[in-house]
């Protein structure tokens, strides 16, 4: 709480209150206070209002109730012909919606009815102003950080001025540097596509000369199969003549047997 009461708004809350008795509740949330005020720890204070407005005693009523003991519940009982949210015990039933049992109706009333735009105007106002303030008192006195030389004693809209050209100067330092890495990854990638370029007219150059050589190789085959063939015809007319020139010679001698027999 001490690390946050300067930070965000603080409502003390007792939780499961309904494990304490109603003197018990009351000597707690004293204790409580006590200790809050001990540590100087600051917690949320309810706007001042005219004693003569309803708004007073609505506030009155709320600061004695601080801190706020609550009952937690997610079951549904029926009481007294009633449907309500509460804790079933053996003694009877804590209710989470009754005042005499806890306060939280006081609690939400006051956080999303009552008091809610209070709340926001102190976190905006109070909250971070103060927040800012030390932030502009850091720079101008040195806290938390070095101050050069150079723009010490500036006020603090010329700090951040000189801040904002140092910021401008780091975004384009950066923007340059990744301008660098992003040349230097497009030329990797395009040299890799080179190489695989290069790689594939190789291989067309391989697969072309390959098949050059066996167009070659079919056409001197296609060459010599056409020769064997003109040898082979060649011959096989040969013996075909051959042939008929012993058949009409065969013929001649035998009607010259004829002849001399008559």
């Known amino acids: 709480m001490k690390r946050l009461h300067d930070k965000v ?4 809350l007792i939780a499961k209150a309904d494990t304490l008795t109603a003197e018990e509740c009351r000597d707690f949330k004293k204790q409580i206070m006590k200790e809050i005020e001990e540590n100087k720890i600051k ?9 003569d407005e309803d708004d007073s005693k609505d506030n009155k009523v709320l600061k004695d109730r601080v801190p706020f003991a609550v009952v937690g519940s997610n079951s549904v009982l029926e009481v007294n012909g009633k449907r309500v949210r509460g804790r079933q015990y053996p003694w009877g039933v804590a209710e989470v919606e009754n005042l005499e049992h806890c306060d939280f109706i006081t609690l939400r009333n006051m956080l999303i009815r009552t008091h809610m735009q209070d709340l926001k105007d102190v976190t905006n106002n109070v909250h971070y102003e103060n927040y800012r303030c030390r932030k ?8 938390g950080r070095k101050v ?11 700090q951040f001025q000189d801040e904002k050209k140092e910021h401008d100067l780091k ?11 992003f040349e230097m990854k497009v ?18 150059e391989q697969m072309r000369k390959s098949l050059e050589q066996q167009q070659r190789e079919l056409e001197e085959k296609r060459k010599q199969f056409e020769k064997d063939k003109a040898v082979f015809d060649e011959s096989v007319r040969l013996s075909g003549s051959r042939m008929l020139n012993n058949k009409s010679m065969g013929d001649k001698k035998s009607k010259d047997k004829k002849k001399t027999l008559f």
């Open 9 to 12: 708004n603080i409502i003390p």
């Open 43 to 51: 917690i949320y204070e309810f706007p001042e209002m005219p004693e």
């Open 136 to 143: 502009l008192t850091a720079i101008t006195a040195g806290e």
């Open 148 to 158: 050069s030389s150079k723009v010490s004693g500036k006020n603090p809209l010329s």
């Open 171 to 181: 975004m384009k330092k950066m923007e340059a540097e990744m301008e660098q890495v």
């Open 187 to 204: 030329m990797e990638k395009k040299k890799k596509l080179k190489d695989s370029e290069a790689d594939l007219r190789r291989r067309d």
